[in-house]
T-cell receptor, first 110, second 115 residues
Framework: GQNIDQPTEMTATEGAIVQINCTYQ??????LFWYQQHAGEAPTFLSY????GLEEKGRFSSFLSRSKGYSYLLLKELQMKDSASYLC???????????FGAGTRLAVHP | DADVTQTPRNRITKTGKRIMLECSQT?????MYWYRQDPGLGLRLIYY???????NKGEISDGYSVSRQAQAKFSLSLESAIPNQTALYFC??????????????FGPGTRLTVL
């Protein structure tokens, strides 16, 4: 079966660091995406990992361990505008379909 | 101008009505997808198409049909809408290149309510 788990909700303080975890069990793995989605809006691309290790892009970093079926998204220097849902999605199968987790709703407080 | 557009953006309809949601893209991508999003369930794939002559069922295709009229257009139809098809619908596109990520680009969404 296909299963992707991430926490439903998290809260953090402006200026702080937050780590959003994602664990997955899928039949096949061809990469992992993180998307950001503000309420009622389209998901937008944040990061992509296909090899083990850390990918850094400004205030956002994403880590992958394929042997553990685990990824995290790290957000530094949190801003109020980072309040959004963060979607973990695994690329699986011969057609490279995306399988999404339910998303983690992050609330950033002053 | 938006690269992926969806029409309508909002629609309220009644049970049993036929509804068509349309998606157009100017990105020149071959691959197009339809998802629905429900609270607490994340995005689920309804149908996908890798070129004009290729249509594939996704995870939850029952009650839906699609048409790929051209490379740039991919329509989703609900032949006889029912209340549990009330959801936010997203179209997405991607352009697979060997060694690339096949990142998907999403349209703004269509909020559909079936009464």
């Amino acid at each position: 079966g296909q299963n992707i788990d991430q926490p439903t909700e998290m809260t953090a303080t402006e200026g702080a660091i937050v780590q959003i975890n994602c664990t997955y069990q899928t039949s096949g793995f061809n990469g992992l995406f993180w998307y950001q989605q503000h309420a009622g809006e389209a998901p937008t691309f944040l990061s992509y990992n296909v090899l083990d290790g850390l990918e850094e892009k400004g205030r956002f970093s994403s880590f992958l361990s394929r042997s553990k079926g685990y990824s995290y998204l790290l957000l530094k220097e949190l801003q109020m505008k980072d309040s959004a849902s963060y979607l973990c999605a695994v690329v699986s199968g011969g057609y490279n379909k995306l399988i999404f987790g339910a998303g983690t709703r992050l609330a950033v407080h002053p | 101008d938006a690269d992926v557009t969806q029409t309508p953006r909002n629609r309220i309809t009644k049970t049993g009505k036929r509804i068509m949601l349309e998606c157009s893209q100017t990105k020149g991508h071959d691959r197009m997808y339809w998802y629905r999003q429900d609270p607490g369930l994340g995005l689920r794939l309804i149908y996908y198409s890798f070129d004009v002559k290729d249509i594939n069922k996704g995870e939850i295709s029952d009650g839906y049909s699609v048409s790929r009229q051209a490379q740039a257009k991919f329509s989703l139809s609900l032949e006889s809408a029912i209340p549990n098809q009330t959801a936010l619908y997203f179209c997405a596109t991607s352009d697979f290149k060997a060694g690339g990520s096949d990142e998907q680009f999403f349209g703004p969404g269509t909020r559909l309510t079936v009464l």
